[in-house]
């Protein structure tokens, strides 16, 4: 067979691609054309013809309550009549590289091949969920107290949205032209909700879909509050669309992880549906530390061993000390090991303790070490409700 080439794409190739990704998806990807302005899209070229390619995005997660450039990649695929050679993988590496140039010390990606990622060294943080809950049972549960509701989006409602994200270890710090781009594939409708004289305190898009005899599907794409009352006010508001929708759908992962819905309704008759999660890798374990928050509070120094990408185990001492860390290569043998997938799930506050740490495979010889790495990275919880 004819030799592999990789590199960017010109106008030609990334209407190729576009063609290639249809047949190997089973159908278009409009990401594709909608990202054109703003990805990178990287293609393997056999013989003048596209066989593999993805597109990339340079943007900032939260962890810590910083922003971390993070190359997050999406719409990726090999032709399948090129499958079984791991392309994949030799795909993933040039679709990294650019963006690593361009200061990514972290990566994200959202597959249902976790075993491909893994691999790649990704690994899923969290689990992910799609919610459905019953419109009435809705209504029935939660009152909007003296919360206002408006149709629209302000600056105010994006700031707000800013704001909370930094609440959470994983959501993207979104650039301008990020909500355009999901209103308009998605044909999200945005509200937002206040109290009479105050700023905006929730952030809700919806999608509908009309069903053919009668009401509609109502998709929640967008759930942001800044309290439990707000919340409480935005699951009413939903509530009230009960006379056109039945179910209140919420799309995987856009419910954030606390409990209000849980707490609140008077009859639990929820679903949920898991979903394949997003898994994270790191790039520049020292850059990544550095540039991530840490709790203001934490004065600690632990030294660890962490698995690198040839298998081999490094020495590092990390120090964290009033809100910052650093970590450096040492001779000091490690109390804790990580591979490098137990170093991305950490890093995410995944292991919200040291026993879920230990079922995880995290091996450690001082208790009081891992107990100290793992409050290091709890302090928010991983949550990822961007998609690309």
Known sequence: ???????????????????????????????????????????????????????????????????????????????????????????????????????????????????YARRLGYE????????AVATDDLKRSFTGEDFQVEHGLTDEAEDLQHQLARQWN??????????????????????????????????????????????????????????QPAAAAMLAFLGRHNTRARLIEFRRGALPPYPTLLHGLRHHRTTAEAWHPWMLRILDI??????????????????????DKTGDWGRWMLQVKAGAAEIAPTHVEGQVSFTRRQLAVWYAGGYRSTTSARMAGVHAVSEQALAALVRSTTEFEPWLPDHF
């Open 1 to 115: 067979m004819n030799q592999l080439t990789f590199g960017p794409a010109d106008d030609g190739l990334w209407e190729q691609y576009d063609q290639l990704a249809a047949r190997a998806y089973g159908h278009p990807i409009g990401d594709i054309t909608h990202l054109r302005e703003h990805a990178d899209l990287r293609v393997a070229v056999r013989d003048g013809r596209v066989v593999a390619g993805g597109l990339g995005l340079l943007v900032d997660q939260y962890f810590g309550g910083a922003p971390v450039p993070s190359a997050c990649l999406g719409d990726g695929c090999v032709a399948p009549e090129e499958r079984g050679d791991h392309l994949a993988t030799d795909m993933a590496a040039e679709r990294l590289r650019p963006l690593i140039e361009r200061g990514a010390v972290i990566s994200a990606i959202v597959t249902s091949s976790t075993g």
């Open 124 to 131: 899923a943080p969290a689990d992910v969920f799609a919610w």
């Open 170 to 227: 994983g959501p993207v710090h979104r650039p301008t032209w990020w909500t355009r781009w999901k209103q308009d594939k998605g044909n999200l409708t945005p509200y937002r909700f206040a109290r009479p004289g105050h700023t905006t305190a929730g952030l809700l898009t919806l999608a509908t879909k009309r069903h053919e005899r009668h009401g509609m599907s109502l998709v929640v794409h967008d759930f942001w509050a800044d309290s």
């Open 286 to 307: 020292p850059e990544a530390i550095r540039l991530r928050g840490w709790p203001a509070n934490l004065t600690t120094t632990v030294p660890i061993e962490i698995e």
